[in-house]
């Protein structure tokens, strides 16, 4: 029964390992399924199935690039409108428009092209700074209480989301790798690999012997 272990993918050999365990359950000897090298195998299995399908990403990003879109979208529709409001000096109100506007500088009028961090840092400043009494009056004045309400909305919800999946990212990483841990399956099972070769000879193991290594076939074909 020979096989290299190390050749087979992530996949194949917990599948070897685990049709080998269903396999050493199904007959009928107890000496083989109370058996110490068993039930070590089977350990080691469960650690490496825990982990050899994991996610290494939280897969989160998709919906904190679109939370993301939806903050520049509002920034960009408030920078705007005082951009071109200031400019029409005949409209009420212009003057006050154009001190809005030099607040957003002062803070990027490119903030929208920012990383998420430093966008978020530069984000906050410039809300807590338009909420300032003086400004919020200046907002009112320019019915645009809802514009930057909904600025407000869409950075917290960002901001929520982009926090869930850093700390989903780092759960993640937490968590062994299957490569890191594949040896010491690798091991197990060559270990009872052994043990049945060795043991093929005795009656209740013969039969089982010729299933767990046409299992072997299989995997060494795959």
Same mark, same amino acid.
């Given at each position: 029964m020979k096989? %290299?272990?190390v050749r087979l993918t992530t996949k194949n /050999? &917990? +599948?070897?390992?685990?049709r080998v365990i269903e396999a050493s359950k199904t007959g009928k000897t107890? /000496?083989? $399924? $109370?058996?110490?090298?068993l039930m070590d195998l089977e350990e080691k299995y469960r650690a490496y199935d825990e982990v050899y399908t994991k996610q290494t990403f939280s897969g989160k990003g998709k919906s904190v &690039? !679109? &939370?993301d879109e939806a903050r520049d979208k509002a920034f %960009?529709? /408030?920078? *705007?409108f005082l951009w071109g409001y200031r400019q029409v000096s005949s409209v009420p109100n212009a003057d006050q428009a154009g001190e809005l506007y030099e607040v957003i500088k002062l803070f990027g009028t490119d903030i929208d092209r920012l990383s #998420? %961090?430093?966008q978020s840092a530069q984000m906050k400043k410039l809300i807590e700074e338009l909420d300032k009494p003086e400004n919020t009056i200046k907002i009112n004045v320019l019915s645009l209480s809802t514009a930057f309400m909904e600025l407000k909305t869409k950075h $917290?919800?960002? !901001? $929520? /989301? #982009? +926090? !869930?999946?850093? !700390?989903a990212n780092a759960d993640l990483r937490k968590i062994p790798s299957a490569t890191a841990i594949r040896r010491d399956l690798e091991k197990s099972l060559k270990s009872y690999l052994d043990l049945i070769s060795i043991m093929k000879t005795q009656p209740d193991w013969a039969d089982f012997y010729q299933e767990v290594n046409e299992l072997v076939k299989s995997a060494? *074909?795959?």
């Open positions: 096989i %290299s272990l /050999l &917990a +599948t070897l390992a685990l107890q /000496l083989r $399924q $109370q058996h110490p090298m &690039a !679109e &939370a %960009s529709n /408030l920078k *705007n #998420y %961090s430093a $917290q919800h960002f !901001e $929520q /989301l #982009y +926090t !869930e999946q850093v !700390e060494r *074909n795959s």
